[in-house]
């Protein structure tokens, strides 16, 4: 009895289970499943050893009243009621020791049954509650995978649509920067062949003017001596005919003069006053005579044109 009085606690113990992860651990209700198996199993290996025993004692009980079964003869009235009440009170008390490991079986097969029941029902309702929170964190984290990806791709789209619009702006800016780099460039090579079909006019004004130059300093040369014969001509003809008019040789010289320009592709001079005849001519400092200065002069040659510089910036060419 007092094993029983151990067990039967022990069964009616309230077992706890530790939550984990919203749910139960299986690990703990396993081993008191396991655990109340055993049990049970003791339980009626208990039983079964205690129904034995009460068996066994009543087979001995048996064999000792019949091996101590007095005869009649032997024993007097007073001594078999003895026996007879001792018998029924053995009898009554084997009975209740029956009763008692009956109900004892019965009520260990109840509880454990109620045992196993429980921690079936509680293993069911904690699996069911471990299931609905294993779908409720499943629906939780689709819905925020979906977050997630809703957000991920709101970002990228956004992302997207930045570079593009940059992409556009940086190629507008290009295309801008390229159109005004074209127009200035076409600006400054217009001017440029303005400048090189000026400087072309320029060289060829300057060539002209050379070549009037070059052909002045040819023809100075006869005119020079000329000039110089005609000089002399008056003294020579004072020293060959000092009664001769000295304004008639000079007339002369001015129309051969003349004469000779004309031919030489100059204007023709205009006729000279008569004045009295020049003074000898003196040596000068270059060797020219002095009256050199009657005779035609080239132009001075013009100063050297200066080409316009480009704008700061421009590539001369």
């Known amino acids: 009895m007092s094993n029983e009085a151990e ?8 077992e706890s289970f530790e939550i984990v992860m ?13 655990r109340t198996r ?7 290996a208990r039983l079964s050893r205690a129904l034995d025993e009460v068996e066994r004692t009543r087979r001995e009980m048996a064999e000792v009243r ?3 079964r007095p005869t009649g003869d032997d024993l007097s009235e007073r001594l078999r009621q ?7 009170e053995a009898q009554s008390k084997l009975g209740d020791a029956d009763q008692k490991v009956n109900q004892i079986r019965q009520d260990a097969e109840r509880e454990a049954k109620r045992v196993v029941d429980e921690a079936q029902g509680k293993s069911e309702r904690t699996i069911a509650q471990a299931q609905d929170n294993a779908n409720h964190m499943m629906t939780a984290a689709k819905q925020e ?15 997207l649509l930045d570079t593009r619009n940059e992409a556009e702006r940086t190629l507008t800016s290009a295309e801008r920067r390229s159109s005004a780099i074209n127009e200035d460039a076409t600006e400054r090579l217009t001017q440029l062949t303005r400048h090189h ?13 050379l070549s009037v130059l070059l052909r002045a300093e040819e023809n100075a040369g006869p005119l020079e001596k000329m000039v110089e014969e005609i000089a002399q001509a008056p003294r020579r003809d004072r020293q060959e005919r000092p009664d001769q008019q000295p304004d008639a040789p000079r007339a002369q010289a001015q ?3 003349q004469g000779q320009g004309q031919g030489q592709g100059q204007h023709p001079q205009p006729p000279q006053p008569s004045f009295p005849p020049p003074a000898p001519p003196q040596a000068q400092p270059h060797g020219q005579p002095q009256g050199a200065h009657a005779m035609p002069q080239a132009p001075p040659p013009e100063p050297p044109h200066v080409l316009p510089m480009p704008p700061a910036g421009e590539p001369a060419e």
Do not use: F, M, W
């Open 66 to 68: 019949e091996s101590r």
């Open 255 to 257: 129309a051969q003069a």
């Open 197 to 209: 079909s000026q400087a072309l006019g320029r060289l060829s004004e300057i060539s002209e003017t």
């Open 7 to 14: 067990i039967l606690p022990n069964l009616l113990r309230e």
């Open 38 to 44: 055993n049990q049970i199993r003791e339980l009626e």
């Open 82 to 88: 003895i026996i007879n009440l001792a018998e029924e």
């Open 22 to 34: 919203r749910g139960y651990n299986r690990r703990q209700v396993d081993e008191y499943i396991a």
């Open 145 to 159: 995978a979906e977050r997630i990806r809703s957000s991920a791709k709101q970002e990228a789209d956004k992302l």
